[in-house]
């Protein structure tokens, strides 16, 4: 029998340096970018939802690699700013996106381009240092025509706009169809780095935001349309109780719902208090498995009356 060489070729993938940064997916609200991260991640770390503007939070949800750590930035949806709250979101986009490595621009490949990914990609453009790639998302919606209309639109977009596209990149998220290859496309254009973080971090989002974010992900859960946008959520405290046994510990979490007014109160808590009660159980189960310990999750509503236009409001909620 012949023996195998198992000597290892000296591939690229030897010599090549490790490269560590920062890339943030950007996007109209619903574009998938949430799920991207999640999906690429591999673990529940930002919160999705089928209504728009859900992330308020710049989580960072960290894919490891032998020879690259990828670090994703997910920010809130760019959008026309109708209150305070809006245009402090909107600053947190643009400082990101000049602040990362490589923009990740999602455009859903079930919707045409619309006056809201241009007002995005006119401003992508004003960012000229930061390479930025178009990743056309939930692809699992169209057939293969609409698609590849699709890569043209956005192709002659960048054309037009003056944005160079460093890819142009399918993926469906949900279909597990090209997430790996989005990756692979995001690292090379991160700088030669040493890892940044510990190997196994997913996430450095302070786990009382996190927590927080769940609470809030279960609370938006069935609520009419005009509310999402008027729910925050703060977690007061996070204490392990006292005097438990060793072998059987529990977190006591105290957390506020913060709405707008007292007319809302009815819709939070529902009849005899049944939705606060599920929104409590459900956001305990995702708390639980995000923590790894049993909890006691102690939820109370308030109204902070106007919050999204008040700044100081906005800054006790962590704007
Ligand atoms: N079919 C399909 N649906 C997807 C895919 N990716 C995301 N979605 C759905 O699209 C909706 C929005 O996804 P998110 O990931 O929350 O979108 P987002 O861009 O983070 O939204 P904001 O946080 O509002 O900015 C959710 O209902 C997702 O389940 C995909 O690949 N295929």
């Known amino acids: 029998m012949t023996p195998m060489s198992v000597r290892t070729p000296d591939t690229d993938e030897n010599t090549a340096p490790h490269r560590a940064g920062f890339a943030c997916f950007v996007g109209r609200p619903n574009a998938g970018k949430s ?27 960290i894919v490891h690699r032998p020879d690259a750590q990828l670090i994703l930035v997910d920010t809130p949806g760019l959008h026309k700013p109708r209150t305070l709250l809006g245009e402090r979101l909107n600053d947190i986009v643009r400082t990101t996106w000049a602040e990362v490595d490589v923009i990740g621009f999602c455009l859903p490949a079930d919707q045409k381009l619309g006056p809201g990914d241009r007002f995005i990609a006119k401003e992508l453009a004003e960012i000229r240092k930061t390479p930025k790639v178009a990743i056309v998302t939930k692809t699992d919606l169209v057939d ?52 940044l973080y510990p190997e196994g971090d997913l996430t450095d989002e302070p786990e009382m935001v996190m927590v927080a974010e769940l609470i809030r992900e279960a609370a938006l859960e069935g609520v009419r349309d005009e509310l999402p946008h008027s729910i925050a959520v703060v977690v007061e405290e996070m204490l392990p109780r006292e005097n438990r046994p060793a ?28 939705r606060l009660k599920e929104v409590g159980m459900k956001s305990r189960k995702h708390i639980e498995a995000l923590l790894g310990t049993p909890v006691f999750l102690d939820l109370h509503v308030k109204v902070a009356k106007d919050w999204q236009r008040d700044p100081k409001q906005l800054r006790k909620l962590g704007f």
């Open 35 to 61: 799920t991207l991260t999640n999906a690429l991640v591999g673990q529940k770390v930002a919160i999705t939802s089928n209504r728009p503007q859900t992330t308020r939070h710049t989580v960072r949800g």
């Open 144 to 195: 293969s025509k609409t698609l590849a209309e699709q890569l043209i639109a956005i192709d002659q977009l960048g054309r037009e706009l003056g944005i160079e596209w460093a890819e142009i990149v399918p993926v469906s998220a949900v279909g597990d169809k090209q997430v790996q290859l989005v990756a692979d496309l995001l690292i090379p254009l991160l700088p030669e780095s040493p890892p």
């Open 247 to 274: 072998d059987r510990p529990l977190l006591d979490i105290h957390a506020n719902v913060y709405i707008e007014r007292p007319s809302q109160k009815g819709i939070i808590i529902g009849p005899k208090g049944s």
